[in-house]
């Protein structure tokens, strides 16, 4: 590789002028929108973190529950559905509500944990203020659905919240 063009890689620096490109269903080329670019970013994600270990790759998890929840208008609560190894068998989004709340039914989450014959479960719901810290009522539903999902042998290993960017873990509170 010659200096000149090795300078030139190392200066060229990625511009918001330059679009991202889709092929549109004539075979077109076209600048894509902001949405169709969060979705193939949530699909590659997804793809990612399905059967991926949760314990041992958080960041993937963090990741891909950041740009699944942080940007949306309304709470809605999701269970990461884990194997007796911890990999990712299942993202699910159970429920969703308001602003301020989201009612989240217990007897819902069991059967689906049953369904899935999902041996943990990753707990999460977003904050649309942005405001990651975990409410009274929280913390209640958290106690609630750690003792029904007990009663049928499925472990609760943390309750995520995403507010904007920040993901706050009750497990590492010392909320569990």
């Given at each position: 590789?010659?200096?000149?063009?090795?300078?030139?890689?190392?200066?060229?620096?990625?511009?918001?002028?330059?679009?991202?490109?889709?092929?549109?269903?004539?075979?077109?080329?076209?600048?894509?929108?902001?949405?169709?670019?969060?979705?193939?970013?949530?699909?590659?994600?997804?793809?990612?973190?399905?059967?991926?270990?949760?314990?041992?790759?958080?960041?993937?998890?963090?990741?891909?529950?950041?740009?699944?929840?942080?940007?949306?208008?309304?709470?809605?609560?999701?269970?990461?559905?884990?194997?007796?190894?911890?990999?990712?068998?299942?993202?699910?989004?159970?429920?969703?509500?308001?602003?301020?709340?989201?009612?989240?039914?217990?007897?819902?989450?069991?059967k689906?944990?049953?369904?899935?014959?999902?041996?943990?479960?990753l707990?999460?719901?977003?904050?649309?203020?942005?405001?990651?810290?975990?409410?009274?009522?929280?913390?209640?539903?958290?106690?609630?659905?750690?003792?029904?999902?007990?009663?049928?042998?499925?472990?609760?290993?943390?309750?995520l919240?995403?507010?904007?960017?920040?993901?706050?873990?009750?497990?590492?509170?010392?909320?569990?």
């Amino acid at each position: 590789m010659s200096h000149d063009l090795f300078s030139s890689l190392v200066s060229f620096e990625f511009s918001a002028t330059v679009p991202l490109l889709v092929r549109d269903v004539a075979g077109e080329y076209r600048p894509a929108q902001p949405d169709e670019v969060l979705l193939a970013a949530q699909r590659l994600l997804a793809r990612r973190v399905r059967g991926s270990d949760a314990l041992s790759s958080p960041a993937l998890v963090r990741d891909f529950l950041r740009l699944r929840h942080g940007a949306l208008e309304c709470e809605v609560f999701a269970v990461v559905h884990l194997d007796s190894q911890n990999r990712v068998l299942d993202y699910v989004e159970m429920f969703r509500g308001t602003v301020a709340q989201t009612s989240v039914h217990p007897r819902e989450v069991v059967k689906d944990a049953m369904a899935r014959n999902s041996a943990a479960l990753l707990l999460v719901h977003g904050h649309p203020s942005g405001l990651a810290e975990p409410s009274l009522a929280d913390q209640a539903l958290t106690r609630t659905l750690r003792t029904a999902l007990s009663l049928v042998d499925v472990r609760v290993l943390d309750h995520l919240i995403v507010g904007g960017s920040v993901i706050y873990s009750m497990a590492e509170h010392g909320l569990m």
